[in-house]
């Protein structure tokens, strides 16, 4: 692939990530939302104002936002009853995923476009040395014809595809443990 090649492949696998990230953040978030309004059932004691509260205030997030009707109505609402791979709680998954499938085609784009920068201003310093040999320099068509640039793939960015979504997923767990927790004491 030449270094023009790579610098549009670059700009798609930008755009694309950011395609891929925005929707399935918000789809994400709009389920857990969710998750929380039904887990946010009546109780006594202090706990009671608290699920109160948060009842309330999903309520109104879903009233302010209604250009994210399509979210509120189609997004899946993980089930804890069920099997981690039964419908909803399958679909919530992959979602979560698509997160993270985003940044890492954002970050393979990124470092694309840095590779990119960094042989255009490469190429510029040697056809001024190229210039300066005279008739025996190679033109800039040469120099560029010779600079090839590897594929870049979305998996070999591992912080974000591999670390980052476990690491999210561990503390939320602990995270909705401990409020279910406090939530059962009362």
């Known amino acids: 692939m030449t270094y023009q090649q790579a610098g549009r492949v670059a700009i798609l696998k930008r755009i694309l990530g950011w395609i891929v990230f925005i929707p399935a953040l918000l789809s994400t978030l709009v389920s857990l939302l969710g998750f929380v309004y039904q887990h946010s059932e009546k109780s006594a004691g202090i706990n009671a104002v608290m699920l109160?509260?948060?009842?309330?205030?999903?309520?109104?997030?879903?009233?302010n936002t209604p250009f994210l009707n399509i979210f509120w109505y189609n997004s899946p609402v993980p089930d804890v009853e069920k099997s981690l791979f039964s419908g909803p709680n399958l679909m919530f998954i992959i979602i979560y995923f698509l997160i993270f499938v985003g940044l890492a085609l954002q970050a393979s784009?990124?470092?694309?476009?840095?590779?990119?920068?960094?042989?255009?201003?490469?190429?510029?310093?040697?056809?001024?040395?190229?210039q300066?040999?005279?008739?025996?320099g190679h033109t800039r068509a040469q120099l560029e014809e010779r600079v090839t640039l590897p594929h870049h793939t979305i998996f070999l960015q591992y912080f974000p595809l591999y670390i980052l979504p476990i690491t999210i997923a561990v503390v939320a767990y602990f995270a909705l443990k401990l409020l279910g927790q406090m939530a059962g004491a009362a």
């Open 132 to 136: 300066a040999k005279g008739s025996e």
């Open 52 to 63: 109160d509260f948060v009842h309330v205030m999903v309520d109104m997030v879903r009233f």
């Open 109 to 130: 784009g990124a470092r694309m476009s840095r590779q990119v920068k960094f042989i255009r201003e490469g190429l510029e310093d040697q056809m001024i040395l190229e």
